[in-house]
């Protein structure tokens, strides 16, 4: 069965370290981001006493959510109100939300250089690009098969679109938005992230249990990692060098790539576990 990007994300919890400036003293500590699924809410934490501060209603079924990189905004993903809401996170109130975007969006990634919002929509087979200073869509990603996550390299020049059927993760061109190659992996593809140094594409795999090493350089090649479970979300160490992912069976698996093979290891977790991220 499918397993979609959990609720709390990759992309919830990296830009939701908000506010660590002097602009506004109310919100001088780290702020994350928690999207509801059974009550259609999203959960403002303040980490530095680990209380929830606010409780912001948004569409139904939010999925995914992702702080722009001047931390303003943070941008929801409703899965089954087909639907983006934008909050404001000065105030923590929902300023407007887009409509009409597209089919069952999953997944909401800030492309670098701050200046667009990407979405991936399950069931209508595409990527919306959105302006963040005008809320418009200036742009589309078609003939996916059913995108799960979105991930960039470093400069933002390509994105990496998980698909969740076909088994492929799809190279997509940033400044045209047309394919240029496709990765082929395991299936069920749920999840994707990108070295720092842009040499490595890993993704995750449902249906045959591993996590995939899509090498880009120096000359393109595949290596894979097989799970006891099927993999959920992953998360990259800072420096690229180990792969932590979730199998939704109580443990994480920590990755070490080395060459052909890898040190891994299983770290005991909470029952169902599925986001993950890394400070």
């Known amino acids: 069965p499918l397993r979609l990007a959990a609720p709390y994300s990759r ?7 908000l506010f660590a400036t002097t602009v506004l003293p109310a919100h001088a500590a780290p702020f994350v981001y928690v999207t509801n699924q059974n009550d259609n809410t999203v959960s403002v ?3 530095a006493t680990n209380t929830v501060t606010a409780t912001v209603p948004v569409g139904t079924l939010p999925y995914a959510a992702v702080a722009t990189l001047d931390n303003r905004r943070v941008y929801v993903a409703n899965l089954m109100s087909n639907s983006i809401s934008v909050i404001d996170a000065y105030t923590n109130t929902v300023v407007t939300t887009l409509t009409g975007i597209c089919t069952n ?3 909401v990634s800030v492309m670098p250089g701050g200046t667009q919002i990407w979405v991936a929509c399950l069931n209508s087979g595409e990527a919306k690009r959105i302006d963040i200073a005008t809320n418009t869509v200036v742009g589309t990603v078609s003939g996916l098969a059913r995108p799960t996550s979105i991930a960039f390299n470093a400069a933002g020049t390509t994105a990496y679109i998980a698909c969740n059927n076909g088994s492929t993760v799809r190279v997509i061109n940033t400044a045209t938005g047309t394919q240029t190659g496709s990765l082929s992996v395991g299936g069920g593809t749920v999840d994707v992230v990108v070295t720092p140094d842009g040499k490595h594409v890993y993704s995750t795999s449902n249906t045959d249990k591993k996590v995939w090493d899509s090498i880009l350089l120096p000359s393109p090649s595949f290596n894979w990692f097989s799970l006891n479970s099927a993999p959920v ?3 990259l160490s800072p420096d690229g060098s180990t792969i932590y992912t979730t199998v939704n069976a109580g443990v994480v698996w920590r990755i070490k790539p080395s060459g052909i093979g890898a040190a891994m290891a299983l770290v005991p977790a909470g029952n169902g576990s599925t986001g993950i991220d890394i400070t």
């Open 11 to 17: 992309a919830v919890q990296l830009g939701a370290l």
């Open 45 to 47: 934490i303040d980490t």
């Open 105 to 107: 969006p999953t997944n």
């Open 233 to 235: 979300n992953l998360v």
